[in-house]
């Protein structure tokens, strides 16, 4: 080998490599704790509140840059001001310095929080594509129905002014809150929303065309029978949907298609325990990375997230 | 970010590690963000920030990735490209980065993978240019030999 062709190969290196366990509950613990922020002295710390309170005003004062890809419009966008695109114009938000926003034709779209840690727009109705760069729940998409919280992600959102509408996540996780439930949205995997119901229970792109409809019509039995390995992540959010006499069948049937991992037990998974929803949540979803990464290069089964041998 | 500590640490375990400790890092110094380079810049340099700090600071030698048979079970070594296009060579690229010498395989993974210049190195490691320039011409010369068996 070459010295060329040894920085190619460099070069071909993933930029992104997931770990093995899910760091986010540590650093938030961590962080819960305060970090390792040194308080010793408390006049350092009254002079970084200050420092804080100062960006923040500074960058509330900040405007958001517009480029119009089509048509035109203002070309800065203020906390309370819109922007709205027509049947052919385009419009790109910039958003803070963290990433960016398509606004697609059709869309009514409000700046509402500009601040380094809270970057949140309001989507009234119309689509979005969204990618950002930053730490999770950092950036928020407001709508009829929810909000669309970003833990590291692109992803596209339509909706219509009642709140019907379509979450699709190309990169990372999005969060969907709204209406009392909560969906958990990977990389290769949608959600729909409705009107008045919030989230429904999110898919991945090749889910089965009978788990689909199932799912529109809340037809536990037919979800049950048409789930997939594969569509594991659904009967997650099912399991948590479900009247407590039906979490048995859910549970069974997703611990028959993906076993669970060490330390998730039936008991605490029936009981809707957060820790162990979490870590079977975790086990799953690194499952469907690896398929996601690893599609058209190597076959990855859908129970274990081994290789196909 | 946890590539990047992992290249860096050669070692999944302190990986992690340093991985929550950019992440609880950054978040202590989120507002004190100006915003003077890319939102990813920062938290870029932040990461090898603490990466070099850790190491200056503790002088811990941190136990290698031990490469093993079966690629899949090497953190990492999964999602490496297969070198001259070819599955079938043994040795991935990954794994003989993990096994390079600690000061080798950092300057190799910030200037070859990462795109710093040594300059830039320089002023994080502490090192002298022309060290930095030594380390990088004997990584590359570990590697080659290496994939080359």
Known sequence: MNERELLEAAGRLPKSIEPPSDLWPGIEARLGRGGGRSRRWYWVGLAAAAVVALVIVMTQRNAWKVTWLAGAGPGSLRVGQWV???????????????????VRPRTRIQLVVARADDHRLALARGAIEAKVDT???????????????????????????????????????VEFQGRGHMARVPMGALVQTRSGVGPGIPYVEDAPEALRRALAASDLRAILKAARAADAISLWHVLQRVDSGARGAVYDRLAGLVPPPDGVSRGAALALD???????????????????????????????????? | MYALCLR????????????????????????????????????????????????????????????????????????????????????????????????????????DIEGYSHAEIAELTGLAEGTSKAQLFRARHLLREKLDR
């Open chain 1, 135 to 173: 730490v999770p729940r950092i950036f928020f998409v407001e709508t009829p129905v929810g909000t669309a919280i970003d833990l590291g992600c692109a992803y596209t959102l339509e909706m219509d002014s009642l709140g019907n509408g379509l979450l699709h996540v190309t990169a990372g996780v």
């Open chain 1, 274 to 309: 957060a820790a162990v929803l979490d870590a079977y949540w975790t086990h799953i979803h690194r499952i469907l990375f690896r398929k996601m990464i690893l599609r058209g290069v190597r076959d990855i089964d859908p129970r274990t997230g081994t290789r196909v041998r």
């Open chain 1, 84 to 102: 709205e695109t027509d049947d052919s114009s385009r419009a790109l938000i910039t958003v803070g310095r963290i990433g960016h926003v398509e």
């Open chain 2, 8 to 111: 860096l640490t050669g070692d999944a375990g302190a990986a992690e590690e340093r991985t929550q400790d950019v992440f609880v890092r950054a978040w202590d110094k989120l507002r004190s963000f100006r915003g003077e380079s890319a939102f990813s810049s920062w938290l870029h340099r932040l990461a090898v920030n603490v990466v070099m700090n850790e190491r200056r600071t503790t002088f811990r030698r941190e136990q290698r990735v031990t490469p093993v048979a079966d690629p899949d079970t090497v953190v990492g070594a999964q999602h490496a490209a297969p070198l001259h296009g070819s599955a079938g060579l043994s040795i991935d690229l990954e794994r003989a980065i993990a096994a390079l010498p600690e000061g080798a395989r950092e300057i190799f993974v910030l200037y």
